[in-house]
């Protein structure tokens, strides 16, 4: 079989570029090994152009954002599928002086489109709020696991699609490009997510991978149809099913749920919510974050038409459709990458 493309890795960065590559009449052959702990299949998907303590708009904001809300929906029409939640996001305020810091702020008509610092109805009567809460506009949640499965089902179909863990070692450079087993492809664009770091080639490069822990509950008496974010955030997912997390650990990086994990959420849940609730699931994943926090992006130094995309971090759902398209136009229009996400960096300078 001969290809335009060859990509490793079937999470969100992996199935939104192959999708993107097939628009432009790519022949693309994607390999993954379905891993049920990968990053975007434990992920809640939380999309949110404001965050941090400050409050501040992320990187690239207006362009991400705006494409995100186009792209999602259409890409549920093509896919047949339903995983894309526009949801506003009520941040609780932990202190008055916090609310007030925040008001001040966001009274500002250049946030209008952003924020909403009054919202006109409380409707957290079952949260803990007392000092009240501002809403994000444009944001929501992308049901992350749903859309890799349609997208699987998608490349199945079109039969490019194989479930193999990829093995590095067959991997042969040619004349004409590369090989792997019985496909031959012009180039190969790796997107494993956090477990780059076993990549030859790039492998090396400063990924700085974050252990992340989520909870699954339900609660027939919350009716909360709004995410709310504080120290932590509850998702709600529909019927009774809320999703909270998440924790950020950068010291122990294993996949494997913990104690601590599970304590830290429940209490700030218990302190949170005022209607009982049960919890029903427990997962922890590797976000791929990379030292500066912004992605990796770009062909390898040396080996030619050998490609990276990956470094997505927290912010897979919001960066990958832009990044994408940007990718390819460097891939196919030979279009400069933007040096916050070119890969190169990091290359020693001189
Ligand atoms: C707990 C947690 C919560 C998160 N919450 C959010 C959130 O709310 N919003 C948000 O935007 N992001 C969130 N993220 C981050 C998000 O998950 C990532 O940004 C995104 O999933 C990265 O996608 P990816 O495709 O680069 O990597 P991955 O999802 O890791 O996908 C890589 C794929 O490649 C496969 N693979 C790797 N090596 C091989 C190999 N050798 N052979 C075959 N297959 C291979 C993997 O198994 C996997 O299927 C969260 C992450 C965690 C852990």
């Given at each position: 079989?001969?290809?335009?493309?060859?990509?490793?890795g079937?999470g969100i960065?992996?199935?939104?570029?192959?999708c993107?590559?097939?628009?432009?009449?790519?022949?693309?052959?994607l390999?993954?090994n379905?891993?049920?702990?990968?990053?975007?299949?434990?992920?809640?998907?939380?999309?949110?152009?404001?965050t941090?303590?400050r409050?501040?708009?992320t990187?690239?904001a207006?362009?991400?954002?705006?494409?995100?809300h186009s792209y999602?929906p259409?890409?549920?029409?093509?896919?047949?599928a339903?995983?894309?939640h526009p949801?506003?996001?009520?941040?609780?305020?932990?202190?008055?002086?916090?609310?007030n810091?925040?008001?001040?702020?966001?009274?500002?008509?250049?946030f209008?489109?952003?924020?909403?610092?009054?919202?006109?109805?409380?409707?957290?009567?079952?949260?803990?709020?007392?000092l009240?809460?501002?809403e994000?506009?444009?944001?929501?949640?992308?049901?992350?696991?749903?859309?890799l499965?349609?997208?699987?089902n998608?490349?199945?179909k079109?039969?490019?699609?194989?479930?193999?863990?990829?093995?590095?070692?067959?991997?042969?450079?040619t004349?004409?490009?590369?090989?792997?087993g019985?496909?031959k492809a012009?180039?190969?664009?790796?997107c494993e997510?956090?477990?780059?770091?076993?990549?030859?080639?790039?492998g090396?490069l400063?990924?700085?991978?974050?252990?992340?822990?989520?909870?699954?509950f339900?609660?027939?008496?919350?009716?909360?149809a709004?995410?709310v974010?504080q120290?932590?955030?509850i998702?709600?997912q529909?019927?009774?099913i809320?999703?909270?997390g998440a924790?950020?650990?950068?010291?122990?990086?294993d996949?494997?749920p913990?104690?601590?994990?599970?304590?830290e959420l429940?209490?700030?849940?218990t302190?949170?919510v005022?209607?009982?609730?049960e919890?029903i699931?427990?997962?922890?994943?590797?976000?791929p974050?990379?030292?500066?926090?912004?992605?990796?992006?770009?062909?390898?130094?040396?080996?030619k038409?050998?490609f990276?995309?990956n470094g997505?971090?927290?912010?897979?759902?919001?960066?990958?459709p832009f990044l994408?398209?940007?990718?390819?136009?460097?891939?196919?229009?030979?279009?400069?990458?933007m040096?916050?996400?070119?890969?190169?960096?990091?290359?020693p300078?001189?």
């Amino acid at each position: 079989m001969t290809v335009d493309y060859l990509l490793v890795g079937q999470g969100i960065a992996g199935s939104i570029l192959s999708c993107e590559l097939l628009k432009q009449k790519k022949k693309i052959f994607l390999i993954d090994n379905y891993y049920p702990n990968s990053s975007s299949r434990v992920a809640a998907g939380l999309f949110n152009p404001v965050t941090g303590r400050r409050m501040v708009h992320t990187w690239m904001a207006n362009e991400l954002f705006t494409l995100a809300h186009s792209y999602y929906p259409t890409l549920e029409a093509e896919l047949g599928a339903n995983f894309f939640h526009p949801q506003p996001l009520h941040y609780l305020f932990s202190s008055v002086k916090e609310s007030n810091d925040l008001h001040a702020k966001f009274g500002d008509v250049e946030f209008a489109d952003w924020i909403n610092p009054n919202p006109a109805e409380n409707y957290l009567s079952e949260i803990h709020a007392p000092l009240g809460f501002l809403e994000l506009k444009q944001a929501g949640w992308c049901h992350v696991a749903n859309m890799l499965e349609a997208f699987r089902n998608y490349f199945e179909k079109k039969q490019c699609y194989l479930q193999e863990e990829f093995n590095y070692d067959k991997l042969k450079q040619t004349s004409a490009g590369w090989e792997y087993g019985p496909v031959k492809a012009d180039a190969v664009i790796f997107c494993e997510g956090a477990r780059a770091t076993a990549n030859p080639w790039f492998g090396h490069l400063p990924f700085k991978p974050v252990k992340g822990e989520i909870i699954t509950f339900k609660s027939d008496k919350l009716s909360l149809a709004s995410i709310v974010k504080q120290h932590y955030w509850i998702i709600p997912q529909g019927n009774g099913i809320f999703k909270c997390g998440a924790t950020f650990d950068f010291n122990r990086i294993d996949e494997m749920p913990t104690k601590e994990a599970l304590n830290e959420l429940e209490t700030w849940l218990t302190k949170t919510v005022k209607v009982p609730f049960e919890i029903i699931h427990h997962q922890a994943a590797i976000r791929p974050a990379v030292l500066d926090r912004r992605p990796l992006l770009g062909e390898h130094a040396t080996c030619k038409n050998l490609f990276i995309f990956n470094g997505f971090g927290s912010k897979g759902v919001s960066l990958t459709p832009f990044l994408a398209g940007h990718f390819i136009g460097y891939l196919t229009h030979k279009n400069d990458l933007m040096p916050e996400v070119n890969h190169q960096r990091f290359m020693p300078r001189g």
